[in-house]
């Protein structure tokens, strides 16, 4: 019966009852697809299972934030995607170095990161002037990791507009910004 049952309905019968049961089915369901995912971004098996476990209780505590704007796995794979991110972003930024005193070390020059840093706001400059529709896009595409079809799920769209919408997104921000950085 319950894979019969609609990630949806789970849902609603979960925020209805608090039956640990019907959260444990959708936990079930995914599991697997969340660890997987955890385990493309961390390349590490004992992370990918802690972050996994830390996923699912930000979605059992969050369920009511559901709006169904989206199919559930969306939603799911979007904070599994987030949470990995944002983990892996913190801890590189909190790793020690210990410096050996006999090693030489190249500090960058400090015009090199100027140019980046030069190349980044006029990058998000650029990102600043389309429109929040294809802002929305390429976030889903690019920072939280969904594929076509979850896009066009999400969006309600079918696979080949998602796809071209993409496309003459990214070639609209390659014009405004110029071709000298895309290499």
């Avoid at 059992?60 to 934030?65: E, F, I, K, V």
Wanted: net charge neutral.
């Amino acid at each position: 019966m319950n894979h019969l049952v609609k990630d949806e309905e789970l849902i609603r019968l979960y925020l209805n009852t608090h039956r640990n049961d019907y959260f444990e089915i959708l936990y079930k369901r995914y599991v697997t697809k969340v660890y997987k995912r955890c385990l493309s971004l961390t390349k590490d098996s004992v992370q990918a299972e802690d972050f996994t476990q830390d996923i699912f209780l930000r979605v059992h505590g969050n369920l009511t934030n559901f709006k169904e704007n989206s199919a559930f796995s969306t939603w799911l794979y979007s904070i599994s995607y987030n949470y990995c991110m944002d983990q892996i972003r913190y801890s590189n930024r909190s790793n020690t170095v210990y410096l050996s005193e006999n090693q030489d070390f190249v500090w960058p020059d400090s015009s090199d990161q100027e140019i980046r840093e030069n190349q980044l706001q006029h990058l998000d400059n650029v990102i600043g002037t389309i429109s929040p529709e294809e802002t929305q896009m390429l976030r889903m595409k690019y920072t939280d990791g969904l594929d076509i079809n979850e896009i066009a799920e999400a969006l309600q769209l079918k696979n080949s507009a998602v796809k071209m919408r993409l496309k003459r997104t990214r070639d609209k921000i390659r014009r405004l910004y110029g071709d000298q950085f895309f290499y």
